[in-house]
């Protein structure tokens, strides 16, 4: 959807649990973060890396038989949305190779649709200082995209104990906090993808080969 058209309806939010484990606690985060979204009347697409399955990013590969199906798949899902949220382990201090492997095949398609998506980065681990550091090298490769990543992030630490048996967060305050978070970040997409109140120029990343455009939207 190119980011000049609006579309009737509630906002669309792609909710990623960006791990291969089932019993991640990134995609019970996710889970946790479509809840909120849902209730705040948001439309949500919950996915798990699991769905998007590709090799390893072989650019001789790309070129002898195009983009894997998985690519594909996620291409057409980044598509749908107006705005999206990854959960992201943290693997030695950085982004998991799935992940980045997985940003690294959709980046190839044109248009690219990482650009000018609005993104919420949360992350859970059970170390103790949460994933942080994860989710900051996660930002690179995608504001170096065009996205406009939300700079407020969200980070579980010792998440191993930190969920309820109903999904919730054990600890209120962080369960206030990430709700408050959410809240905010939605206000701000849907305020992007809905009202016409500022002239914004999106500047285009290295290598699109298009050149930037004068949109009308909201910079709240």
Same mark, same amino acid.
């Given at each position: 959807?190119?980011?000049?058209?609006? %579309?009737?309806?509630?906002?669309?939010?792609?909710?990623?649990?960006?791990?291969?484990?089932?019993?991640?606690?990134?995609?019970?985060?996710?889970?946790?973060?479509?809840?909120?979204?849902?209730?705040?009347?948001?439309?949500?697409? /919950?996915?798990?890396?699991?769905?998007?399955?590709?090799?390893?990013?072989?650019?001789?590969?790309?070129?002898?038989?195009?983009?894997? @199906?998985?690519?594909?798949?996620?291409? @057409?899902?980044?598509?749908?949305?107006?705005?999206?949220?990854?959960?992201?382990?943290?693997?030695?201090? &950085?982004?998991?190779?799935?992940?980045?492997?997985?940003?690294?095949?959709?980046?190839?398609?044109?248009?690219?649709?990482?650009?000018?998506? %609005?993104? /919420?980065?949360?992350?859970? &681990?059970?170390?103790?200082?949460?994933?942080?550091?994860?989710?900051?090298?996660?930002?690179?490769?995608?504001? %170096?995209?065009?996205?406009?990543?939300?700079?407020?992030?969200? &980070?579980?630490?010792?998440? %191993?104990?930190?969920?309820?048996?109903?999904?919730?967060?054990? @600890?209120?305050?962080?369960?206030?906090?990430?709700?408050?978070?959410?809240?905010?970040?939605?206000?701000?997409?849907?305020? @992007?993808?809905?009202?016409?109140?500022?002239?914004?120029?999106?500047?285009?990343?290295?290598?699109?080969?298009?050149?930037?455009?004068?949109?009308?939207?909201?910079?709240?």
């Amino acid at each position: 959807m190119p980011p000049t058209e609006a %579309h009737p309806g509630p906002l669309r939010v792609l909710v990623l649990g960006a791990s291969l484990r089932a019993e991640s606690f990134n995609v019970r985060l996710a889970s946790l973060v479509a809840r909120m979204m849902t209730e705040a009347g948001a439309a949500v697409d /919950l996915a798990t890396m699991r769905e998007f399955e590709m090799p390893l990013y072989d650019g001789d590969m790309e070129a002898a038989e195009g983009l894997p @199906d998985g690519a594909l798949a996620l291409r @057409d899902r980044l598509e749908w949305c107006d705005a999206f949220v990854i959960a992201s382990p943290e693997y030695n201090g &950085s982004v998991p190779g799935v992940v980045k492997n997985a940003i690294d095949w959709v980046s190839r398609v044109r248009p690219q649709p990482f650009k000018t998506k %609005h993104a /919420l980065l949360v992350s859970a &681990s059970p170390s103790l200082i949460g994933g942080n550091r994860g989710l900051w090298t996660l930002r690179i490769p995608l504001e %170096h995209l065009g996205t406009r990543v939300y700079p407020d992030m969200f &980070s579980l630490a010792s998440a %191993h104990q930190g969920f309820t048996e109903e999904g919730q967060l054990a @600890d209120t305050g962080l369960q206030q906090r990430l709700a408050e978070t959410v809240t905010a970040f939605l206000s701000l997409a849907e305020a @992007d993808a809905r009202y016409v109140c500022l002239q914004r120029r999106w500047y285009e990343f290295l290598g699109d080969g298009t050149e930037a455009t004068v949109t009308q939207r909201a910079e709240d």
